[in-house]
């Protein structure tokens, strides 16, 4: 063990005589001997974290990986670049035409929406689905049930949106599930092709929730051997993920589209931006993230059964993982199902007469900050996600509305929170429409869509990621080049007329990518672009795991497969591993900004 730790250190020395340090101008605004030493300090700790991160990646990704990913044959489906032509593969959706800067004289917003289940109506039987996220063969046979006895569901929501001109319907389907390949999203899409053709549907998009307590939807956690096995035997592919849950979802997708469209209805969006600082959290140095929480409401000019009073479509960046923090209790494993605090903002929009629907944000590797909707009264995690997702929704719903309006709304909503029964009588409980709430901003926006997406590859330098691609296991669909390879994927770009400016990403964002931070442009001689608002503009927010879910986008500087980071802000080093299952590699980040500046510049 002693030697073996010395060629470690031996290494880490030799490594750090080239690693590029913490390239800063700092020292030209130094103004106390004190501060001289202290950034010298951060300097030479970065470096050292840099340098185990580095023999740590030539250990596991180079070595122990690329060994198994360089022995394990291809399946049948991955194809030579040679032979692939990325502008013809099927069910791609390029987006509007054109892009319009004001709403045409005759525009008027149209908005459909659906919901519809996902569970396969199998479910229950022993060991065939498993719960998606953590240990793989964690078959489920349950699903968590709320406070009044009911069964959670595990829902896809969609929406069909356009400008009421000729230029086209966009959807946007979100699909409670850890992620979707975009494999499978073009699976979906070629179910809707004829209908997508004879409606001008000319944008279909289809993201995840990203709960950590649902059916396993990318291959990993299902029965991942059986299928690396069947796959390396030249068989016929089939991915880890169950074939009866992805029939059901591309089934129940296809059927949430269309309804979605056929419920257009005209009416007027109205935005609104909310700081949520209390509600989401950046766990992972830098600590910083897009606190915001963005809000589009339509109201139609006709209220029907489907419409209802109107849809909420809310985007804000958090993992949906409360309930699984739960996967213990005492010896017994849990795995029961749950959409997380998504199936209860859904719940409470309902009891208040509207549709509602998820769209990820920039999730990064963000978690909710549930302080205030704890309250002290939680008993369990699946309490704390449900009354994280009740006042969520009461905070959405009491955006524009008084202090006496929130009051009406929790009596005729049942008072989800327990007002009635907590307030001033538990410690520490805080009533949620208190100080009410003030939008940072509200307008009602103006009618015109614009929408454009391409198609791009990511190289496969992650030999993880590599390895469950070429075994089959996710279902990416690989291409090679001798011996690189490469994941295809999309990006998108999307404007909800002057209200909402969003980037489509495949993957979950590093949120320092998104809002900037020194670490990002100092460390290690700094990442190659600027962040994407210094790039697009203040207002550009993000849509993560859109259209696929090829995991972790970490800066270039400081990617760790795993390892380190060194905190500055705390002076001290945290473990990290949150890209060793699950990104493209080390460039991926340089590579989406490469293909989204492409694609800005057309725009």
């Not at 202290?38 to 023999?55: D, G, P, R």
């Not at 005492?330 to 795995?335: A, E, I, P, S, V």
């Not at 509207?354 to 990820?360: G, L, S």
Request: glycine share 8%.
């Amino acid at each position: 063990m002693k030697k073996i730790i010395a060629v470690i250190l031996s290494l880490v020395l030799i490594m750090s005589a080239f690693s590029v340090g913490f390239v800063s101008s700092a020292e030209d605004n130094i103004e106390t001997p004190e501060e001289f030493i202290f950034s010298a300090k951060q300097e030479s700790k970065f470096k050292f974290a840099t340098s185990i991160n580095k023999v740590l990646d030539f250990i596991l990704n180079e070595i122990v990986f690329g060994i198994f990913a360089r022995m394990i044959p291809d399946n049948k489906d991955v194809e030579n670049l040679a032979d692939f032509n990325l502008d013809e593969y099927a069910d791609f959706y390029e987006g509007t035409e054109t892009f319009l800067d004001a709403a045409e004289d005759d525009a008027r917003w149209y908005l459909g929406y659906d919901k519809e289940s996902i569970i396969p109506d199998d479910f229950g039987v022993q060991g065939k689905y498993a719960r998606g996220s953590y240990i793989p063969y964690w078959y489920s046979t349950e699903v968590h049930k709320d406070e009044d006895g009911n069964d959670e569901d595990l829902n896809v929501r969609s929406i069909a949106i356009n400008d009421g001109t000729d230029r086209g319907t966009a959807i946007f389907a979100t699909i409670d599930c850890v992620g979707l390949s975009n494999y499978d999203v073009r699976k979906i899409r070629a179910a809707v092709a004829d209908f997508a053709e004879e409606n001008n549907i000319i944008s279909i998009n289809v993201s995840a929730s990203h709960t950590h307590t649902g059916i396993d939807s990318q291959g990993a956690w299902n029965n991942p051997f059986k299928a690396a096995f069947n796959n390396m035997a030249g068989k016929d592919v089939f991915s880890g993920v169950n074939a009866d849950f992805l029939n059901k979802v591309i089934d129940a997708t296809a059927l949430s589209i269309k309804t979605a469209y056929e419920n257009l209805q005209s009416g007027t969006l109205t935005y609104y931006k909310y700081d949520a600082t209390d509600y989401i959290w950046a766990r992972t140095t830098p600590r910083v993230c897009d606190q915001n929480m963005y809000i589009l409401k339509f109201t139609p000019d006709e209220i029907t059964e489907e419409s209802k009073n109107g849809t909420y479509i809310s985007s804000f960046g958090v993992h949906p993982e409360i309930v699984s923090y739960d996967w213990l209790v005492g010896l017994k494993r849990d795995t029961k199902l749950s959409a997380d605090f998504i199936y209860y903002i859904d719940k409470i929009m309902e009891k208040a007469g509207y549709n509602f629907i998820y769209i990820q944000g920039n999730v990064g590797t963000n978690v909710t900050g549930r302080f205030f909707s704890n309250d002290n009264v939680t008993e369990n995690f699946h309490d704390s996600a449900m009354r994280y997702g009740y006042e969520v929704g009461y905070v959405m719903l009491g955006m524009d509305k008084s202090v006496e309006e929130c009051i009406a709304i929790n009596e005729a909503t049942g008072d989800l929170l327990g007002v009635s029964k907590y307030a001033g009588k538990v410690e520490g409980y805080t009533t949620w429409y208190e100080d009410g709430f003030v939008a940072t901003e509200t307008f009602e926006v103006e009618p015109y869509l614009n929408i454009r997406s391409a198609q791009m590859m990511f190289t496969a330098q992650s030999n993880v990621a590599k390895l469950l691609s070429k075994a089959g296991v996710a279902s990416n669909k690989l291409v090679k080049d001798g011996s690189k390879y490469y994941f295809v994927t999309e990006i998108g770009y999307v404007e909800f007329g002057n209200a909402i400016r969003a980037v489509m990403n495949p993957g979950e964002l590093y949120s320092e990518l998104l809002v900037g931070n020194e670490k990002l442009s100092q460390v290690n001689g700094g990442f190659e672009y600027d962040c994407l608002r210094d790039c697009f503009g203040e207002d550009i927010i993000l849509f993560d795991l859109m259209n696929d879910a090829v995991g972790y986008l970490a800066p270039d500087n400081y990617y760790v497969l795993a390892g380190i980071q060194y905190d500055a802000a705390g002076d001290i080093y945290e473990s990290e591993s949150w890209c060793f299952l699950v990104s493209p590699g080390k460039n991926a980040a340089s590579e989406f900004f490469a293909a989204l500046t492409e694609l800005m510049k057309d725009i």
